[in-house]
């Protein structure tokens, strides 16, 4: 029984029409879901990734409108990773996010860049296979391929949680406060100040599972002495959470039923889709949320 890396990776935003200009625009990813946060249904929880939304790519957001800005601290992710087929791709991406009005820094075969909440992200060139988002701007050689790391602050020393990480959850370690799960790196540095949450910070990482595995990932967690939740129904997958020790918060997701469950693939994301027990909201979340248009709906050539 393994993990298949990472699923997907939730932030917290105070703009959904300046997360939608981001991350479907400027980074050229797909919106494959538009619907609202299972316990605040007044919020959007937007998703991006490649054209399927396929586990392993996918960035999500809560969008609390007019969120003031965190920051990262002890127990909280600070840098993201994605993958870029190579080191040309660096330099396209340096020129198009000069051009959108972002500055970044290129360090050998990285490329670090915040977003409009002032998240970072680290492009680094990868070999996986697999294909990204489909973007008339962005050419397929240079597109975005995954998520392929993230860094945390740890809250305490780093035996803290390396039997759970290695000996519960499969990660390899490859250095001090480095490890590997299925090609995603996840490495601690020391906090060097007080975090809170706010926009522009991670909330969670959800680690993949096989569906048939998932209720014996909750045993697992369990047996090895985490708090961990029971398996819960999110429509596009169902997960469990618990917080780590270092304090990051661990979900792990399933792969099935995915984000056509719901949708023809060639429209993901055009339509507010609402869990099944906030349906009965729709008329008076439609005139609350901000309205938002998949770049996709609005230019169906691309």
Same mark, same amino acid.
């Given at each position: 029984?393994?993990?298949?890396?990472?699923?997907?990776?939730?932030?917290?935003?105070?703009?959904?029409?300046?997360?939608?200009?981001? +991350?479907?625009?400027?980074?050229?990813?797909?919106?494959?879901?538009?619907?609202?946060?299972?316990?605040?249904?007044?919020?959007?929880?937007?998703?991006? #990734?490649?054209?399927?939304?396929?586990?392993?790519?996918?960035?999500?957001?809560? &969008?609390?409108?007019?969120? =003031?800005?965190?920051?990262? #601290? %002890? #127990?909280?992710?600070?840098?993201?990773?994605? #993958?870029?087929?190579?080191?040309?791709?660096?330099?396209?991406?340096?020129?198009?996010?000069?051009?959108?009005? +972002?500055?970044? /820094?290129?360090? /050998?075969?990285?490329?670090?860049?915040?977003?409009?909440?002032?998240?970072?992200?680290?492009?680094?060139?990868?070999?996986?296979?697999?294909?990204?988002?489909?973007?008339?701007?962005?050419?397929? &050689?240079?597109? $975005?391929r995954g998520v392929v790391g993230a860094r945390a602050y740890r809250a305490r020393d780093l035996d803290a949680d390396r039997a759970l990480l290695t000996d519960t959850l499969g990660f390899t370690?490859?250095?001090?406060?480095?490890?590997?799960?299925?090609?995603?790196?996840? %490495?601690?540095?020391? %906090?060097?100040? +007080?975090?809170?949450?706010?926009?522009?910070?991670?909330?969670?990482?959800?680690?993949?599972?096989?569906?048939?595995?998932?209720?014996?990932? =909750?045993?697992?967690?369990?047996?090895?002495?985490?708090q961990v939740t029971p398996v819960i129904d999110r429509d596009y997958f169902d997960a469990i959470y618990f917080q780590q020790p270092q304090g990051v918060l661990f979900e792990i997701a399933t792969t099935s039923p995915g984000f056509a469950v719901d949708e023809d693939p060639d429209h993901l994301g055009e339509a507010l889709?609402?869990?099944?027990?906030? &349906?009965?909201?729709?008329? =008076?979340?439609?005139? =609350?949320? $901000?309205?938002?248009?998949?770049?996709?709906?609005?230019?169906?050539?691309?």
């Open positions: 029984m393994t993990l298949d890396g990472m699923h997907h990776i939730t932030m917290i935003t105070g703009d959904a029409t300046q997360n939608v200009a981001f +991350y479907a625009d400027v980074l050229g990813l797909r919106l494959v879901k538009k619907t609202v946060n299972f316990d605040a249904p007044e919020a959007y929880h937007l998703y991006f #990734g490649d054209e399927t939304g396929a586990p392993g790519t996918i960035l999500t957001w809560f &969008e609390f409108a007019g969120a =003031q800005p965190g920051r990262a #601290g %002890a #127990g909280m992710i600070h840098t993201i990773d994605l #993958g870029v087929p190579s080191t040309e791709s660096l330099d396209f991406w340096s020129e198009r996010l000069a051009a959108k009005g +972002y500055t970044s /820094e290129r360090v /050998e075969d990285t490329l670090t860049f915040t977003d409009y909440d002032g998240l970072r992200f680290r492009l680094v060139v990868t070999d996986t296979p697999r294909a990204g988002a489909i973007h008339p701007e962005v050419p397929a &050689e240079h597109a $975005i370690e490859t250095g001090e406060g480095e490890y590997d799960l299925g090609g995603f790196r996840w %490495a601690y540095d020391p %906090a060097t100040e +007080y975090g809170y949450q706010g926009a522009g910070t991670v909330h969670h990482i959800a680690w993949h599972s096989r569906d048939e595995d998932h209720v014996a990932w =909750q045993q697992r967690v369990a047996q090895a002495g985490m889709r609402l869990p099944k027990q906030h &349906e009965w909201l729709r008329s =008076q979340l439609e005139k =609350q949320l $901000i309205p938002l248009v998949n770049p996709r709906a609005a230019a169906p050539t691309a």
